[in-house]
């Protein structure tokens, strides 16, 4: 845990954008310290993990590639599932939440990268599944997702985040910006890039919580 980084970007951070402590491979006990340095909402990527060091106190988002059969076991702990990559997942996320009375705020994962590593729809898919959503009433979706390519390369890296940027825009243009309204975009390497392109809600793991 890295308090005086955390402290430093807490206090750089313009009041619109959400800090959220990627706790995977974390421990409990590393995750209770972030809580007690002003860390309020923390995320998993895994199903298994979460429900390891699930505390009701805290908020959770789910970051990772999500399986439909594990949806049931998320849907109660998570306030927001942040990958969100196809119709089939949005239905059974409907059905879980329909059961249990249920609104799932969700984002849609883009592979702005255009990796094959990665999951995500592309722009155009991200788009049709907003409008197919609208017809689930318990997946509230509330904006976009995507992970910044892997390499470091700047002015690829900020090539990428623009374009994301202008999928956002899009997409509030299309469904409106009161439901359209987070841009999930930058992690511990390339956070200052993805603020510059307009991103609202950062995703920090290594540079807070440290090496794992
Ligand atoms: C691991 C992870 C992060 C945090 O990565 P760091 O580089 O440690 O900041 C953010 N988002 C997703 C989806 C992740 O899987």
């Known amino acids: ?122 722009p155009e898919d991200a788009l049709r599944l907003i409008a197919e959503c609208a017809d689930l009433p318990h997946v509230d979706v509330q904006g976009l997702m995507c992970i910044g390519p892997h390499d470091d390369d700047v002015k690829h890296i900020t090539e990428c985040f623009t374009k994301m940027h202008a999928l956002y825009l899009e997409a509030q243009h299309r469904f409106t910006a009161e439901k359209i309204r987070i841009l999930s975009m930058g992690m511990s390497d390339d956070y200052p890039l993805a603020l510059a392109c307009g991103s609202n809600m950062i995703r920090l793991g290594r540079i807070i919580m440290g090496k794992r």
């Open 1 to 122: 845990m890295n308090q005086l980084k955390l402290r430093e970007i807490q206090n750089t951070l313009p009041a619109e954008v959400t800090l959220i402590a990627v706790s995977k491979k974390h421990s409990k006990a590393e995750i209770d310290e972030a809580y007690r340095c002003g860390c309020r909402i923390f995320a998993e990527s895994r199903v298994q993990e979460l429900k390891e060091k699930y505390d009701p106190a805290y908020e959770w988002h789910m970051i990772g590639h999500l399986q439909r059969n594990k949806v049931k076991d998320v849907v109660g702990l998570v306030t927001m599932i942040q990958s969100l990559d196809s119709l089939a997942l949005a239905m059974e996320i409907e059905k879980q939440c329909a059961k249990r009375e249920i609104i799932m705020p969700v984002l849609i994962e883009v592979n702005i990268a255009e990796e094959s590593t990665k999951s995500g729809l592309t």
